[in-house]
């Protein structure tokens, strides 16, 4: 039984910075990447940041220089560190991960959200 919670989200001023986390429990042998996507308001959900195990990363490029994305494999957890935030970051943060083995078998899993909000 897999289960993922995510957490530091919040009202931040432009300019500001936050860090949010997610952190998967349950019987959990291995995960093969780790990434943060976003939905603002009136818009698709975008890619934002991926992180595979060999230590590679990517970012979209409206967040290139400003975001961070990383993994303590030990906690089964990852994050996102955010700074220089602008109203445009403004979204709702989804957390995901790729290739999660359980005994189960591989699949992948999704947070449940949490709210982000850049004021001008």
């Known amino acids: 039984q897999v289960q993922l919670v995510e957490s530091g989200g919040g009202l931040v001023q432009s300019g500001g910075s936050l860090t949010l986390s997610c952190a998967a429990s349950?019987?959990?042998?291995?995960?093969?990447?780790v990434g943060w996507y976003r939905q603002a308001p009136g818009k698709q959900r975008e890619w934002v940041a991926h992180?595979?195990?060999?230590?590679?990363?990517r970012y979209a490029d409206s967040v290139k220089g400003r975001f961070t994305i990383s993994r303590d494999n030990a906690k089964n957890t990852m994050y996102l560190q955010m700074t220089s935030l602008k109203p445009e970051d403004t979204a709702v943060y989804y957390c995901?991960?790729?290739?999660?083995?359980?005994?189960?078998?591989?699949?992948?899993?999704w947070g449940q959200g949490t709210q982000v909000t850049v004021s001008s």
């Open positions: 992180s595979i195990s060999g230590g590679s990363t």
């Open positions: 349950g019987s959990i042998f291995s995960i093969s990447a």
């Open positions: 995901n991960f790729q290739g999660l083995a359980t005994p189960s078998g591989l699949g992948d899993y």
